[in-house]
Nanobody, 124 residues
Framework: QVQLVESGGGLVQAGGSLRLSCAVP????????VGWFRQAPGKERGGVSA????????TYGYSAKGRFTISKDNALNTIYLQMNDLEPDDPAVYYC?????????????????WGQGIQVTVSS
């Protein structure tokens, strides 16, 4: 069973930064896509960013462009999401997900494995 271990969430002031980590130790790292999704209360889960493990192809959702950066560490089977200039619309539970694939995608059904989620809160 593949487990995704998320860390780095918490409370930050508007305009501040957080770095989320997602470790996937049980995943055969090659040929997968690992992504971040988020879900605020009363809203659907939406894609934030994704990266392919083999060649590092990246995609960003509209809300993330210009503020968030996704990266990976192949040696640690870990991806990161650096979130800068956090805004009042960013608070949500952020989920890490992994699935087989060679194309970075923000389509939820493409992901087979999901983490428990981690809370990000932004104070004004």
């Amino acid at each position: 069973q593949v487990q995704l271990v998320e860390s780095g969430g918490g409370l930050v002031q508007a305009g501040g930064s957080l770095r989320l980590s997602c470790a996937v130790p049980g995943l055969s790292w090659a040929d997968h896509t690992v992504g971040w999704f988020r879900q605020a209360p009363g809203k659907e889960r939406g894609g934030v960013s994704a990266i392919t493990t083999t060649d590092g192809e990246i995609t960003y959702g509209y809300s993330a462009k210009g503020r968030f950066t996704i990266s990976k560490d192949n040696a640690l089977n870990t991806i990161y999401l650096q979130m800068n200039d956090l805004e009042p619309d960013d608070p949500a539970v952020y989920y890490c997900a992994a699935g087989w694939g060679l194309v970075a995608t923000l389509m939820k059904y493409e992901y087979e494995y999901w983490g428990q989620g981690i809370q990000v809160t932004v104070s004004s």
